[in-house]
Nanobody, 125 residues
Framework: QLQLVESGGGLVQPGGSLTLSCTVSGGTLDYPAIGWFRQAPGKEREGISCISKIRNETDYVDSVKGRFSISISRDNAWSTVFLQMDSLNPEDTAVYYC????????????????WGLGTQVTVSG
């Protein structure tokens, strides 16, 4: 059973940076896609970034484009996926989740089969 664990969340001032990590264990996918999602209080879960192996592609929602960057661990084993978040603002406050599926990137949560429990990111100052 594939397991995903997020880490790296916390409290940061506006304009600051955080790097989230998603550690994947318990199995491997031949053609994985790892997505980052976030959910703010009272709002729906939103897909914000994704990286897939099958097309070596990355995807970003407009609200984070140019500020967030997704990458995989240097061993290219897809054991850890990072989300570098810069120029954070209060609107980025949410619980951040990583999720896995096989195949192409998607921003639709229901298309992902495996999920982590999330990590809180709070931007305030």
């Amino acid at each position: 059973q594939l397991q995903l664990v997020e880490s790296g969340g916390g409290l940061v001032q506006p304009g600051g940076s955080l790097t989230l990590s998603c550690t994947v264990s318990g199995g491997t996918l031949d053609y994985p896609a790892i997505g980052w999602f976030r959910q703010a209080p009272g709002k729906e879960r939103e897909g914000i970034s994704c990286i897939s192996k099958i097309r070596n592609e990355t995807d970003y929602v407009d609200s984070v484009k140019g500020r967030f960057s997704i990458s995989i661990s240097r061993d290219n084993a897809w054991s850890t996926v990072f989300l570098q978040m810069d120029s954070l603002n209060p609107e980025d406050t949410a619980v951040y989740y990583c999720a896995a599926r096989m195949g192409l990137c998607s921003r639709t949560p229901s298309r992902y089969n495996w999920w982590g429990l999330g990590t809180q990111v709070t931007v305030s100052g």
